[in-house]
């Protein structure tokens, strides 16, 4: 009972450095999302893909890029890390077409700490 | 962009009391998400709303889909101390495959 399993579960950075969060869910998903968690705060929408082969920004994409690998794979890569995204990324996906109504299922969550 | 505004932010409750916190935003929703996260874990789905008046129940949980499609509430009746954590609305923009997400309520329980 896998679900959605993100990687690495932690890792430090520090400024400018690169790094890809890898997303994988076995649960035949059509749609996948990258939000980020800050302390004492929702949810924000970096990135999501509706379905193989489609990507699009959310509320903050800024300094991020994504890649849908394929139906079961969502990436999220920082190619220069600012402090300002230290933070706690979920990767979550959806089992619903595109538009029509499903629920969200998230991971465990990847603290990421830039210095 | 949209937002969805989430009350309280936070609440100190005796064991036993229900709670009410509720949703609301300018847009409108097809589906409304209810989650509880615990420090240090991903969300966990609650409940799921998809049809505006929408009453649905789990256990103890009751959340409604608002007639209006842009608010949503939860209540948690008899609470117990193991429903402490945040809880967080979200929803599924109207013609898109957004989720957006409440700020959330911290929910403390004294027993």
């Known amino acids: 009972n896998a679900g959605v399993t993100q990687t690495p579960k932690f890792q430090v950075l520090k400024t400018g450095q690169s790094m890809t969060l890898q997303c994988a869910q076995d649960?035949?998903?059509?749609?996948m999302y990258w939000y980020r968690q800050d302390p004492g705060m929702g949810l924000r929408l970096i990135y999501y893909?509706?379905?193989?082969?489609?990507?699009d920004k959310g509320e903050v994409p800024n300094g991020y890029n994504v890649s849908r690998l394929n139906k079961r794979e969502f990436s999220l890569r920082l190619e220069s890390a600012a402090p300002s995204q230290t933070s706690v990324y979920f990767c979550?996906?959806?089992?619903?077409?595109?538009?029509?109504?499903?629920?969200?299922?998230f991971g465990e969550g990847s603290r990421l700490t830039v210095l | 962009g949209q937002q969805l505004n989430q009350s309280p932010q936070s609440m100190f409750i005796q064991e036993g009391e229900d709670v009410s916190m509720n949703c609301t935003s300018s847009?409108?929703?097809?589906?409304w998400l209810w989650y509880k996260q615990d420090p240090g874990e991903g969300p966990v789905l609650l409940i799921a709303?998809?049809?505006?008046?929408e009453l649905t129940s789990n256990g103890r949980l009751t959340a409604q889909f608002g007639i209006t499609r842009k608010d949503s509430f939860l209540n948690i009746s008899a609470s117990i101390p193991s429903d402490v954590g945040i809880y967080f609305c979200a929803g599924q923009l109207r013609g898109t495959y957004k989720y957006i997400f409440g700020t959330g309520t911290r929910l403390k329980v004294l027993a």
């Open positions: 979550a996906s959806s089992g619903r077409l595109a538009g029509v109504s499903g629920e969200l299922f």
């Open positions: 649960m035949n998903h059509n749609s």
């Open positions: 847009s409108i929703f097809n589906t």
């Open positions: 709303l998809y049809k505006a008046g």
């Open positions: 893909s509706a379905s193989e082969g489609t990507t």
